[in-house]
């Protein structure tokens, strides 16, 4: 017999999960927002997103502090006092997690920390209390993927212990050339560590566009990291002096290292749920499949964000969020798009959206490409820009973007420009005659265009 009743009962507090909860109680609904972490804001606000681009942004000031002796400023090598930056990092974090608590409150969500499982279509076990509910929605995210046969150690870290900054190993293996790896290989390697990248396919950022990730590839090179791509680590041996990795592939060899951090994927949480005691479907990862209004199978229940598998990206699930709160409260809504952005905030950033040339290429989508180089950007030189790029894929018969992707300092601010001429259906010649302040980087775009369109004078 359940104890207690919600209307509507959120699982999981993460951007997809609180967006959710937020938007019901603004339309209306009495709702009840579960999560066991002590604050709210998931794994991007408290140990992802947030956090992440604390430490990119020191690295980044590092980084442009040395290279300012190019300008005849020389400021001397950074002390780094590493407790004071984990500190500032937390501080970060808690002022946001502190400012979701102040918008539950306020919306009267009530926020109960704690497991939540399915025991059956309408209830619901949260640490041993019984729920009954009338609409539910999963958001309990992802976690890391842990490879099968490494041994434990404390030295090796996943994302959450690598963010967690405990020290600044002199030697840093990461696995994984995804966007967590390599984001965080631009942390240490700017703190200090020689980092060694170590990624299966071959090319870093697998999926982007492999123009720009050859100029991001020689970017983090020239930072002192070392890529090897199309390798893979066939064994690792933990021993007092180093963990040892052994590797296969383009590269031969042993690479020692006094951290190593894993970033190899993330997996869905599903299975956290127990999703099948209320009917939901759930595939082996661990997805829950959902339509476009994030309906799962089973009456009254919602998916929301990674659990719904990829592009898992916290904007995405907040769109969801939105969504699913919207139909339970009986309005017509839908995630009617696939437009969404990636950004990598590396150094430099790497972003994109839409299709890549190669997949368009791929899929047989007629398709030309036009792009203008950062080398000719007076924004980006005189700002201390190094090499980037803005390059378009466009139709050649309606001249509508298809796909966008940028490398270049705040490359993935200026992505928004595309993905809303993408979503409105924008052409080149809307892009090329809007004018763009001068002198910006956002020029880049509507450079491309102008060339696209044989206008171009800057180049
Ligand atoms: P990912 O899937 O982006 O990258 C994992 C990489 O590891 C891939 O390139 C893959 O080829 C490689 N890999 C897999 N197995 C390997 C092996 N055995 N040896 C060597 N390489 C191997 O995953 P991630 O970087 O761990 O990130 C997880 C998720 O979190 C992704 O969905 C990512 O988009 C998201 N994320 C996004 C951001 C952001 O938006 N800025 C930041 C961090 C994470």
């Given at each position: 017999?359940?104890?207690?009743?919600a209307?509507?009962?959120?699982?999981?507090?993460?951007?997809?999960?609180?967006?959710?909860?937020?938007?019901a109680?603004d339309?209306?609904?009495?709702?009840?927002?579960?999560?066991?972490?002590?604050?709210?804001?998931?794994?991007?606000?408290?140990?992802?997103?947030?956090?992440?681009?604390?430490?990119?942004?020191?690295?980044?000031?590092?980084?442009?502090?040395?290279?300012?002796?190019?300008w005849?400023?020389?400021?001397?090598?950074?002390?780094?006092d590493?407790?004071?930056?984990?500190?500032?990092?937390?501080?970060?974090?808690?002022?946001?997690?502190?400012?979701?608590?102040?918008?539950?409150?306020?919306?009267?969500?009530?926020?109960?920390?704690?497991?939540?499982?399915?025991?059956g279509?309408?209830?619901?076990d949260?640490?041993?209390?019984?729920?009954?509910?009338?609409?539910?929605?999963?958001?309990?995210?992802?976690?890391?993927?842990?490879?099968?046969?490494?041994?434990?150690?404390?030295?090796?870290?996943?994302?959450?212990?690598?963010?967690?900054l405990?020290?600044?190993?002199?030697?840093?293996?990461?696995?994984?050339?995804?966007?967590?790896g390599?984001?965080?290989?631009?942390?240490?390697?700017?703190?200090?560590?020689?980092?060694?990248?170590?990624?299966f396919?071959?090319?870093?950022?697998?999926?982007?566009?492999?123009?720009?990730?050859r100029?991001?590839?020689?970017?983090?090179?020239?930072?002192?990291?070392?890529?090897?791509?199309?390798?893979?680590?066939?064994?690792?041996?933990?021993?007092?002096?180093?963990?040892?990795?052994?590797?296969?592939?383009?590269?031969e060899?042993?690479?020692?290292?006094?951290?190593?951090?894993?970033?190899?994927?993330?997996?869905?949480?599903?299975?956290k749920?127990?999703?099948?005691?209320?009917?939901?479907?759930?595939?082996?990862?661990?997805?829950?499949?959902?339509?476009?209004?994030?309906?799962?199978?089973?009456?009254?229940?919602?998916?929301?964000?990674?659990?719904?598998?990829?592009?898992?990206?916290?904007?995405?699930?907040?769109?969801?969020?939105?969504?699913?709160?919207?139909?339970?409260?009986?309005?017509?809504?839908?995630?009617?798009?696939?437009?969404?952005?990636?950004?990598?905030y590396?150094?430099?950033e790497?972003?994109?959206?839409?299709?890549?040339?190669?997949?368009?290429?791929?899929?047989?989508?007629?398709?030309?490409?036009?792009?203008?180089?950062?080398?000719?950007?007076?924004r980006n030189l005189?700002?201390?820009?190094?090499?980037?790029?803005t390059?378009?894929?466009?139709?050649?018969?309606?001249?509508?973007?298809?796909?966008?992707?940028?490398?270049g300092?705040?490359?993935?601010?200026?992505?928004?420009e595309?993905?809303?001429?993408?979503?409105?259906?924008?052409?080149?010649?809307?892009?090329?005659?809007?004018?763009?302040?001068?002198?910006?980087?956002?020029?880049?775009?509507?450079?491309?265009?102008?060339?696209?369109?044989?206008t171009?004078?800057?180049?």
């Amino acid at each position: 017999m359940a104890e207690k009743h919600a209307e509507f009962i959120v699982l999981g507090a993460g951007p997809g999960g609180y967006a959710c909860a937020f938007r019901a109680a603004d339309l209306g609904c009495k709702v009840v927002l579960v999560d066991p972490r002590a604050t709210l804001g998931g794994v991007c606000l408290n140990e992802g997103c947030i956090p992440s681009k604390a430490l990119l942004h020191a690295a980044e000031v590092i980084r442009e502090a040395g290279e300012i002796s190019d300008w005849g400023i020389a400021l001397g090598k950074p002390k780094i006092d590493l407790d004071a930056l984990r500190a500032r990092k937390e501080g970060i974090v808690e002022h946001l997690t502190g400012g979701l608590n102040g918008l539950a409150t306020r919306r009267k969500v009530e926020v109960i920390r704690g497991t939540a499982k399915f025991t059956g279509p309408r209830s619901i076990d949260i640490d041993g209390e019984n729920w009954a509910f009338d609409q539910a929605v999963i958001a309990v995210g992802s976690s890391p993927v842990q490879l099968p046969g490494w041994p434990e150690d404390e030295r090796i870290w996943d994302s959450t212990a690598a963010l967690d900054l405990r020290e600044v190993p002199k030697r840093l293996a990461i696995v994984g050339g995804g966007i967590i790896g390599l984001e965080m290989a631009t942390v240490y390697s700017a703190l200090g560590s020689q980092v060694t990248v170590v990624e299966f396919m071959d090319q870093i950022a697998p999926g982007a566009d492999s123009e720009a990730v050859r100029i991001l590839h020689a970017a983090l090179t020239d930072q002192g990291i070392t890529i090897h791509t199309s390798t893979k680590v066939a064994e690792v041996k933990a021993t007092k002096p180093a963990l040892v990795l052994r590797c296969e592939g383009a590269f031969e060899g042993n690479i020692k290292a006094d951290a190593v951090i894993q970033a190899v994927g993330r997996r869905a949480n599903g299975p956290k749920v127990a999703p099948q005691a209320a009917g939901v479907e759930m595939d082996a990862r661990g997805i829950i499949a959902v339509d476009r209004a994030c309906r799962t199978n089973a009456d009254g229940i919602f998916a929301i964000g990674d659990v719904t598998g990829n592009p898992m990206l916290a904007h995405r699930a907040t769109h969801q969020g939105h969504v699913a709160a919207e139909v339970a409260s009986g309005h017509a809504a839908a995630l009617d798009t696939d437009l969404i952005p990636s950004v990598a905030y590396t150094s430099p950033e790497l972003a994109w959206a839409g299709l890549t040339q190669l997949q368009a290429k791929e899929q047989g989508i007629a398709h030309k490409v036009a792009s203008f180089p950062w080398a000719a950007s007076g924004r980006n030189l005189s700002s201390g820009g190094g090499d980037g790029l803005t390059k378009l894929v466009y139709c050649p018969e309606t001249h509508r973007l298809l796909g966008a992707t940028l490398i270049g300092s705040n490359a993935g601010e200026l992505l928004a420009e595309c993905v809303l001429a993408m979503e409105m259906g924008a052409t080149l010649e809307d892009i090329a005659l809007t004018v763009h302040a001068h002198p910006t980087v956002s020029e880049t775009v509507a450079f491309s265009a102008e060339r696209a369109l044989g206008t171009l004078t800057d180049l």
